[in-house]
């Protein structure tokens, strides 16, 4: 985590935004409620890239079904 290298790179909230997809309100609300990994320099947040990917890959579900081509049972 610390050490990779894509935390070298920090982010502005709007860079983050972009790269995430997301708007710039959002973003500050995942640093507010500590969903997102930050640094704060003075009254700046900075996101280190790699925080990008610790927080889709701490969000991804995964699928009720392995196989593409089964339906959901029907039981539900």
Do not use: H
Not at 28 to 33: C, K
Not at 50 to 57: P, R, S, W
Not at 66 to 72: L, M
Request: glycine share 4%; aromatic share 6%.
């Amino acid at each position: 985590m610390g050490n990779e290298r894509s935390d070298i790179w920090r982010l502005s909230t709007k860079e983050t935004a972009e790269r995430m997809s997301l708007s710039v309100r959002r973003v500050r609300q995942l640093i507010a409620d500590r969903e997102l990994r930050y640094v704060k320099i003075r009254n700046r947040c900075l996101v280190p890239e790699g925080a990008i990917d610790e927080f889709f890959k701490a969000n991804t579900v995964s699928p009720l079904f392995k196989d593409p081509g089964t339906p959901p049972s029907e039981d539900r």
